[in-house]
């Protein structure tokens, strides 16, 4: 079945430092692939997403890149700040699965000033 | 506009009584999606309505969860018999289609069973 395995955290940065979140999947067939964000307190918002290989997905300074060869989609930024801090779970929607979304276990990052 | 609302946003049962959750979707959101959010298992899918196909019930744990949409707009997640292993954050999320389309999610409801 689908799965979708991303690092253990938690990561804990300072402010201005780069950020990379790695993730990969495995599907059975061309998933759409997703970051959802849980600020302490809130609910899940989508960050951002790709629908089809090479594509690259962008959010507040935010950026994944869609790699069929890797079957990755790791999440990266060049710079974080505090306000940043938060749960980031990888998914991917399977077409062969009603597109509900399968996720990963999350990633807890703290940034510190 | 409204965004996908959830109820209760806590509650806390005895073990062995039933419990219903209740979500609400985003108006004109024909999908709607329940996920259950605990510390062991992660984020999992349950159940999955699309218009008014019959739902996709392959993600629920045990025959004690059961969900219904009437009116293809509000839904009800149903526990019965609860056990302490039921306790966890149920997220309830919609979306306008199924390809490809965001899927928004609720606050969840926190149910702790005693």
């Known amino acids: 079945g689908d799965s979708v395995t991303q690092m253990e955290g938690p990561v804990t940065l300072s402010e201005e430092a780069c950020l990379t979140i790695?993730?990969?999947?495995?599907?059975?067939?061309?998933?759409?692939l997703f970051w959802y964000v849980q600020y302490p307190g809130e609910g899940l918002q989508l960050l951002l997403k790709?629908?089809?290989?090479?594509d690259k997905g962008s959010n507040k300074g935010f950026e994944a890149t869609y790699r069929k060869e890797t079957t990755s989609f790791h999440l990266e930024k060049g710079s974080v700040q505090v306000s940043d801090s938060a749960v980031y779970f990888c998914?991917?929607?399977?077409?062969?699965?009603?597109?509900?979304?399968?996720f990963g276990s999350g990633t807890q990052l703290t940034v510190l000033p | 506009g409204a965004g996908v609302s959830q109820s209760p946003s806590n509650k806390v049962t005895e073990k062995g009584k039933d419990v219903e959750l209740r979500c609400d979707p985003i108006?004109?959101?024909?999908?709607l999606y329940w996920y259950r959010q605990s510390l062991g298992q992660g984020l999992e899918f349950l159940i999955y309505?699309?218009?008014?196909?019959?739902?996709?019930k392959s993600g629920l744990p045990s025959d004690r969860f059961s969900a219904e949409r009437t009116g293809g707009s509000v839904s009800t997640l149903t526990i019965q018999r609860t056990q302490q292993e039921d306790s966890a954050v149920y997220l309830c999320?919609?979306?306008?289609?199924?390809?490809?389309?965001?899927?928004?999610f609720g606050p969840g409801t926190r149910l702790t069973v005693t």
């Open positions: 999320a919609s979306s306008f289609g199924t390809s490809g389309y965001e899927q928004y």
């Open positions: 998914a991917l929607s399977d077409p062969g699965s009603a597109r509900q979304l399968t």
């Open positions: 790709a629908t089809k290989a090479d």
């Open positions: 790695n993730c990969t999947y495995t599907a059975t067939g061309y998933p759409s």
């Open positions: 108006s004109g959101h024909t999908a």
């Open positions: 309505f699309q218009g008014n196909s019959a739902p996709d």
